[in-house]
């Protein structure tokens, strides 16, 4: 019992920077932090609020995330602006 409170506890509604996300997980995109700008280009690439990504590999800070058949290599700086909670 004390196990599945725990599983409960990592799957928290509390969101938190992609770029905090480990390898192999899945979450869900919950806002988008920054400018108008920035929000613009990552919408342009797919990344809208609500859409699921799995964390496919970390290089260093970098990030590649895959958000149904489309593959994207993302920097820090993009990724700690990009709120999400683990699904």
Do not use: C, Y
């Not at 004390?2 to 928290?12: G, S, V």
């Not at 496919?56 to 999400?84: C, F, H, N, Y």
């Amino acid at each position: 019992m004390e196990n599945h409170m725990f599983h409960n506890e990592l799957h928290t509604d509390k969101p938190f920077p992609l770029a905090m996300a480990q390898e192999g997980e899945q979450v869900k995109i919950q806002l988008l932090r920054g400018s108008k700008g920035l929000e613009k280009r990552v919408t342009t690439l797919g990344l809208n609020v609500g859409s699921d990504l799995l964390v496919s590999q970390r290089k260093g800070q970098d990030m590649v995330v895959i958000r149904g058949e489309t593959r994207l290599a993302l920097g820090v700086g993009v990724a700690q602006k990009i709120m999400v909670i683990r699904q």
